[in-house]
């Protein structure tokens, strides 16, 4: 007789007195949450991956492609490495086909975060080699592209800093990556 007393005590109590249907709504509420929040996200970020004139980029791809053959033509190598003890990046630029004495630019360009990526004004010596200062690098995949001042050649790759302390780019592996 207890336990059926018990039984309809729980069948008189109001919907919202009960644990199940609580439960039972904390999986939605989370997720109109989570909505909320990636909704809140897409409004106030910027999407750093998203060009506003594509047409022109895929027009700029043609002319960079031009100065990566050109680079393939002058047989231009670009080697470098991080002197993390003395902030400075390091390194030689050599072609079959021309004079090394000129102004090289080399970008390092972070994998996620455009405030971060760096640019270098280099002046390479008769002999190719050059040294510039560079702050501590952080940890990343840096995307790294060296061209003369008047954009005529190009050499790019990828570096794994600081697993690999050094870079060697090629005009022949230009394209890779």
Known sequence: ??????ANAGANTPWYKHRWPWF???GPAAVVVA???TIYLAVTRQDAMVVGDYYKQGK?????????????????S?????????HALRGM????????????????????QPEKDVQLLVRAGADG???VALPQLEQAR?????????????????????RETGIELKADQATND
């Open 142 to 162: 840096w995307q790294v592209t060296a061209e003369n001042g008047a954009r005529s050649w190009r050499l790019e790759g990828a570096w794994l800093w600081p």
């Open 129 to 131: 080699r050059f040294s």
């Open 78 to 86: 670009l080697g470098m490495h991080y002197d993390a003890e003395a």
């Open 35 to 37: 909505g909320s929040y």
């Open 24 to 26: 039972l709504m904390l």
């Open 60 to 76: 700029a791809i043609n002319q960079d492609l031009r100065r990566d053959r050109v680079a393939t033509q002058l047989s231009l």
């Open 93 to 112: 630029l050599s072609s079959a086909a021309m004079p090394m004495s000129s102004e090289v630019h080399i970008r390092l360009a972070h994998p996620t």
């Open 1 to 6: 007789m207890q336990a059926t007393l018990n």
